[in-house]
C-alpha cells in the first residue's frame, strides 16, 4: 500500500480534511498530530478497522487503545458511567494531555480495549486533531504512531520511517509540542491511580481532585508475577539499540564519569549547551531546568541514537519531580539503569 502524505497547516484546509476523514470513515489506517504525539488512528466503533492497527504496528495483542474524542458529549455513550472526579478532571483539562480510564459501554468493541471492561479516552488539543475527529463522525482510537518497540513519533516523518507503506496516510501537522504521551489515569479503582505520567503532573490532578497514588511501576520494573495495571506497562516500550545509563549528579561530577566510563562507539545525551564538556560523540534533548522542552526533544534524540553506531549511551538525569514524565520515558529507554552520583 502507499502512504499518503497529506500536509495540512490550518483547520481551513477543508478539502484535505475531508480527505483524511474519508479514508477513516471507509475504515483506514491515518496518523493524525495530537499535542503529545503522532496517534494511528482509526474508527473506534469499527472492530475491523482497529484490528488494522495492531498489524500496522505489531503491537502485543493485549495492549488497549486510546479512544479519542473531540467535545465531552461524546464521552457519554462509551462509557457505563461518568463518575464526578471525572467530570472535573475533564473540566480542568481537556482538551488536553489527560486519558482517563473508565467503566467501558457496550458500545466499544473489545478489539479498543484487549478485552478489559475499561477504556481509555482523551481528548487532544491539537486543532488538527480535533477537526479531523470531527469530520471522521466517529471516535478515533489512537495508540502512539510508531512501530511497536519504537519511540513515539513527535514529527511525521518518524511515522513514514516506522509505517510507510502500512498505513493508507499520515496527516503532517508538524512537530508536536508536548513530545511525550498523555498522562494516564484509572478512576476504575478506589483511589484514582496514575498509570503513566504525562504532560499533565499528579501535583495538578491532586489539587482538582485530591488523593491519587501513583502505580509502583511508574518508577520500577514490575516484579516477575506483578500484574500491571495498565497492560502497556509489562512491554519495556522501546528498547535502544545502544545501551543507556542515566547518570544522576551536577555535571562536573557527570563529566568526571563520562571520562572514566568512556570507550569507543560510547556517547552523551546532554542538556543543550553543555556538548563541549565531553570528548565523545554528544546529543541533546532540551535545556537543563526546562522540563517542556526536554519532553519536546527526548523522543527525536532517543530516534537520533538509534540511527547512529552508538553502543553505549550516558544520559543526563532530568529533574525526577518537576520533569516525571521525561524522566519515567528516559528511564524506561535505559531499563530502569541508574548511576547516582550524589
Ligand atoms: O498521548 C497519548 O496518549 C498518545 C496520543 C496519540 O493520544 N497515545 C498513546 O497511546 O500514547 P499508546 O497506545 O501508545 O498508549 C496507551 C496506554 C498504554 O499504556 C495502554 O496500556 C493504556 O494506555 N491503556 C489503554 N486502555 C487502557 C485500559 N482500559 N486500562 C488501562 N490502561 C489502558
Ligand atoms: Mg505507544
Redesign the pocket.
Known sequence: METTLIKINSTDETEKLLFAAEILRRGGLVA?P?E?????AANALDASAVRGIFRAKG?PAD????V?IASFEELGPLVSSVPEKAVKLARAFWPG?L?M?LP?SDLVPGE???G?P???V?M?SHPIANAVIRAAGAPLA?????ASGKP?PTAAAHVLHDLSGKIDAVVDGGPCD?G???T?I?L?TEIPTV??P??VTVRQLREIIGQVDVHPSVFKELEGGAK??????KYRHYSPSADITVVRGGLDAFAEYVRDHQSASCAVLCFDGEERRFGCETFTYGKKDDPKSQARRLYGALRQIDESDVKRVFARCPDPVAAQAVYNRLLRAAGFKIQILE
Open positions: 493524525i495530537t503529545t504525539v503522532y496517534g494511528l503491537r495492549n488497549p487503545l486510546i479519542h494531555p486519558t480510564v467501558k479498543v480495549t484487549c478489559l475499561s477504556v481509555a482523551r487532544p489512537a495508540p502512539s504512531a510508531n513515539s508536548v511525550v504521551e498523555s494516564v484509572t476504575c498509570l503513566r504525562g504532560g500491571p495495571a495498565s497492560p502497556g506497562m
